[in-house]
Each structure stands twice: as structure tokens, then as C-alpha cells.
């Protein structure tokens, strides 16, 4: 059984990732040609080192001391599931909250986890009084596929730092 809580700041260590397999082997993504979104051929394999798994730790560190939200899902006591969301407002009259990370371990996907972290970081945006959630994601099918049928649309407003940072993710929203 999947039990789901938050995680406090002192059990952040990449020791708490070591039951947590991020693989993910990726062979279409989505691209913007002329103004349209296509599928292209662009195959890699998506895996985390130790020094990915020591920056998400910091990050995630960050993300609970300036006040946001780190939300996990856990089989037998291992992590399998987790969602972050910072807590300052961008976007203007959008009202957004930038949701900077779900991950489902590889030999969890396809149960659920994924929707139950989206649903109650949702909550937990519009509590903050977030319209929105914004997230830059992945631009990988199965990814976008994910977001689409969690009601996500193109981003009205682009955050740029995201952009920059990752030029081919792609920037979507979702009304809280």
C-alpha cells in the first residue's frame, strides 16, 4: 500500500533516493517548429547520477526552508514518488506557482502515483491562493501525455528563467 506524506528538511539526504530508480528511456519528444508542436525523433536515456541526486537534495532543501511544498509517496517505507512546489507567486494576474518537480521511480509508474502527487500539490497551491499551477516539463511523449490528462494546457505566460535553463521542455499550466 502507497502511503503519502510530506517531507520535513532532516530526512532530505540522497540516502532517502536509494530505492528510487529515475530511468526513464525516452525515444519522441514534443518540438515547436513554426509555431506549431510536433513530434520528432530524439532518443535518450534520462538517468540520475549521485551528484544529480546530491543537487535535487539541495533543491528540495530550498524549496521547504523558503516555504514550499515537497510531497512523497512511499512503498515498504521506500520513496517512490515526489512533488515539489515553490511558494512564491509569478505571472501577474495568471497567479502562478511553480511546480519544479514530479518524479515517479521507474518500477512504480502506471499506478497512480503520479496523479495522487499532482492532485495534492494542487491543493496545496490553491491554499497558497494560486490560480495555477506552473510547471516546465519534460518534453518527452510519454511526459506531456501525463500532464495532458491532468488537464495542463500551453502556459499563457512563459517564465523565462525556464525557458532559458531548458530550452526544449515545454511550458504548461494548470487551473487549480
Not at 539526504?13 to 519522441?28: G, S, Y
Not at 532518443?43 to 540520475?48: I, L
Not at 495534492?120 to 497551491?125: E, I, L, R, T, V
Request: glycine share 6%; hydrophobic share 40%.
Amino acid at each position: 500500500m502507497i502511503q503519502y506524506r510530506n517531507l520535513n528538511p532532516d530526512e532530505l539526504c540522497p540516502d532517502l533516493f536509494k530505492h528510487f530508480h529515475r530511468h526513464q528511456v525516452v525515444t519522441k519528444c514534443w518540438r515547436k517548429e513554426n509555431e506549431k508542436w510536433v513530434i520528432k525523433d530524439a532518443p535518450f536515456v534520462d538517468d540520475w547520477t549521485e551528484t544529480d541526486y546530491q543537487i535535487l537534495v539541495s533543491c528540495l532543501k530550498n524549496t521547504l526552508a523558503s516555504g514550499g511544498f515537497v510531497h512523497a509517496a512511499f512503498n515498504n517505507q521506500m520513496l517512490k514518488g515526489f512533488v515539489s512546489v515553490e511558494s512564491a507567486l509569478f505571472g501577474g494576474e495568471q497567479k502562478y506557482l511553480d511546480l519544479t518537480s514530479i518524479h515517479i521511480s521507474e518500477d512504480m509508474r502506471g499506478l497512480g502515483i503520479g496523479k495522487e502527487l499532482f492532485l495534492s500539490a494542487k491543493k496545496w497551491a490553491k491554499e497558497q491562493g494560486a490560480a495555477k499551477l506552473y510547471i516546465s516539463a519534460h518534453s518527452s511523449v510519454e511526459s506531456q501525455a501525463f500532464y495532458r490528462k491532468m488537464g495542463c494546457v500551453e502556459a499563457m505566460v512563459y517564465n523565462r528563467q525556464h525557458v532559458e535553463a531548458e530550452p526544449y521542455d515545454c511550458q504548461l499550466e494548470c487551473v487549480l
